[in-house]
């Protein structure tokens, strides 16, 4: 099977890094992405890795080692409207059979 | 250009009733997929399909039939409903069958369904 971890929730202030981390089990593995979710709201992507390695857009980042099944969103220069849920993805196949994570709720604080 | 666009926004249903979500995206996209959304589940898959006329099951498949007869629309039926298909739907489209930095999955807005 597969499986995917995540903190259940992150706090931070304006202005600070955070990062949320993110390991997973699976077979099959193409790639892992990340995507931002407003409450209420649809998501919306933010960052893909197929390979080792930092991808950086803005202020936001993703890093994914998979030798260790592990990956991480960095998001710096906090601002408010950050404050959503953030959920990693695996890619597994040849088709785009996302399995998401639980999501993290990231509450940024003035 | 619309994007995702998914109808209704809010739907209530009695136990053992059917209906059907509607899908319909502009941009041309050869991948669609339904999620559902509960708390504390994250997204799960329910079926995908990669062009029109192929469909599959995702992993939670039971309870939900899909077609796909034309590129533009994906609907997801519910054959008789159940308090446990109380969720948020979210249909999803992407230019590509694999997943990379180019194609990301594009979102609707959702369907909150009730089943009571």
């Known amino acids: 099977g597969q499986s995917l971890e995540q903190p259940s929730e992150v706090t931070a202030v304006e202005g600070a890094i955070v990062q949320i981390n993110c390991t997973y089990q699976t077979s099959g593995f193409y790639g892992l992405s990340w995507y931002q979710q407003h409450d209420g709201g649809a998501p919306t992507f933010l960052s893909y890795?197929?390979?080792?390695g930092l991808e950086e857009t803005g202020r936001f980042s993703s890093f994914l080692s998979r030798s260790d099944s592990y990956g991480y969103l960095l998001l710096q220069e906090l601002q408010m409207k950050d404050s959503a849920s953030y959920f990693c993805a695996v890619s597994r196949g040849s088709f785009q059979k996302l399995v998401f994570g639980t999501g993290t709720r990231l509450l940024v604080s003035p | 250009n619309a994007g995702v666009t998914q109808t209704p926004k809010f739907q209530v249903l009695k136990t053992g009733q059917s209906m059907t979500l509607q899908c319909a995206q502009d941009m041309n996209h050869e991948y669609m997929s339904w999620y559902r959304q509960d708390p504390g589940m994250g997204l799960r898959l329910i079926h995908y399909?990669?062009?029109?006329?192929?469909?599959d099951q995702g992993e939670v498949p039971n309870g939900y039939n899909v077609s796909r007869s034309t590129t533009e629309d994906f609907p997801l039926r519910l054959l008789s409903a159940a308090p446990s298909q109380t969720s948020v739907y979210f249909c999803?489209?992407?230019?590509?069958?694999?997943?990379?930095?180019?194609?990301?999955?594009?979102f609707g807005n959702g369907t909150r369904l009730t089943v009571t």
């Open positions: 999803a489209s992407s230019y590509s069958r694999t997943s990379s930095y180019n194609s990301p999955l594009h």
């Open positions: 399909s990669v062009g029109a006329g192929i469909t």
């Open positions: 890795n197929a390979l080792d």
